[in-house]
């Protein structure tokens, strides 16, 4: 490490850059959440970090009537020296570096990926305040993995065979909590919505996209049991509830509404919520 490092890493630090790791990047806001620390706080450590090589950041550029999009901040190999070098003396596990490859400063597509990691930051927080339940792990759709010789999104899979386009599913993101006593695990699949997908058209054009036509393959999903083997490294499920996150209550309910004329059998697998973030979107 540089002998020019002027840094104090303490258990806020190694939640932050573990938080960090994990989910690629991360806000100011989403850090604060996941620590327990005020925003000013987070924010003034985040700097200090930035300005010692530990972390980068992108975003924080303005777009013409929105103003400036968020900064967000991912880890640096040097980043991970230090988190290695921290978790490692505790005996916990390290997930491995990975460079971020930045080809532009803003992206549209960050801006519900902000959304949906506002809803993982309050998972983390919600989970780590209970006191019967753990959180087991996550998933969220931009990370990939690799099944047999391909890389695809963590959260990718096809609600029946053949792996066709048609019948493919990408979540948002999930998450898997385990009832300490008992051992049981559930899963909780995550759609986050903007308020600007059509919920439902008498159009039979199968490439318009719909949040009844979205909640119909999620109910192939649960009926071919698919899951049940598709992340094993959060558990075997029989099922799993999927989490819709909304922008208002008029919106959940008319999304209740559109969803009526779907099977009844699966109801009870979907909830919806919706609750103010940093961006102006709602979530969890």
């Not at 706080?41 to 700097?47: K, P, R």
């Not at 530990?54 to 020296?81: A, C, D, E, W």
């Not at 006191?131 to 998933?139: K, M, P, R, S």
Request: proline share 4%.
């Amino acid at each position: 490490m540089s002998r020019n490092f002027d840094l104090s890493v303490t258990e806020v630090t190694v939640a932050a850059l573990s938080a960090i790791c994990a989910y690629r990047y991360l806000s100011v806001n989403q850090v604060a959440v996941m620590t327990g620390v005020r925003p000013k706080t987070a924010s003034e450590m985040l700097l200090r970090l930035e300005r010692n090589q530990l972390l980068g950041s992108f975003g924080n550029t303005g777009i013409r009537g929105y103003g400036k999009t968020p900064k967000l901040y991912f880890l640096k190999k040097r980043g991970h020296v230090v988190l290695v070098e921290e978790l490692e003396a505790q005996e916990l596990p390290v997930p491995p570096f990975r460079q971020i490859n930045m080809t532009s400063r803003w992206s549209p597509l960050m801006f519900h990926r902000i959304d949906t990691l506002d809803v993982m930051a309050a998972v983390e927080r919600d989970c780590a305040a209970l006191q019967d339940y753990n959180l087991t792990g996550t998933l969220v759709e931009y990370r990939r993995e690799k099944r047999g010789s391909r890389w695809q999104k963590e959260t990718t899979d096809y609600v029946c065979l053949p792996a066709l386009s048609e019948n493919k599913i990408v979540p948002d993101a999930g998450f898997a909590v385990e009832h300490i006593a008992s051992g049981k695990r559930a899963l909780f699949l995550v759609e986050v919505d903007c308020g600007t997908t059509r919920l439902t058209t008498k159009q039979f054009e199968p490439t318009v996209a719909t949040f009844t036509k979205k909640l119909a393959q999620y109910d192939r999903y649960l009926a071919s049991g698919r899951i049940a083997n598709r992340h094993p490294r959060l558990g075997a499920f029989n099922g799993f509830h999927l989490l819709i996150v909304t922008t208002s209550d008029q919106r959940v309910a008319n999304m209740r509404a559109a969803a009526a004329e779907l099977s009844p059998n699966f109801h009870p697998y979907y909830r919806f919520s919706r609750v103010m973030t940093e961006s102006g979107v709602w979530a969890v």
